[in-house]
């Protein structure tokens, strides 16, 4: 029963370290190990969001994607009035943020 225990803690603890812990926002195509320019490609092709949230080494040689997050949703507030009522009403809307790309050039 302890071995159990202590497997799903360590489990569940890489799971939050990882960044895993959550469920991707929405599926992107794993881009790690692509050169940049393709990975770019691929993304703007298929309409992902993307950051570079990393970039390091040379930029006049090879630069290839070494790691790829989801950067989960934020919520935009609108509000909308109306008219029956009289009052203004929020309306919350999850919008995806994309992925954010580390990218090592050599």
């Known amino acids: 029963m302890r071995t159990k225990l ?5 489990v569940a603890t890489a799971a939050v370290a990882l960044g895993t812990g959550t469920a991707a926002a ?3 195509p794993v881009v790690v190990g692509m ?4 990975a770019v490609e691929l993304l703007t092709e298929r309409n992902i969001p993307f950051t570079i949230t990393n970039r390091s080494g040379n930029l006049s040689g ?3 994607v070494t790691e790829q997050r989801d950067k989960g949703n934020r919520t935009e507030v609108d ?3 109306d008219h029956g009522d009289k ?3 929020r309306i919350e809307t999850e919008v ?3 992925i954010g790309l580390t990218i ?3």
């Open 79 to 81: 509000y909308e009035y």
């Open 62 to 64: 090879r630069c290839v």
């Open 6 to 10: 202590i497997g799903a803690l360590f």
């Open 35 to 38: 050169n940049q320019q393709s």
């Open 26 to 28: 929405q599926t992107a």
């Open 96 to 98: 995806w943020r994309g």
């Open 104 to 106: 090592v050039c050599r």
């Open 87 to 89: 009052v203004f009403k």
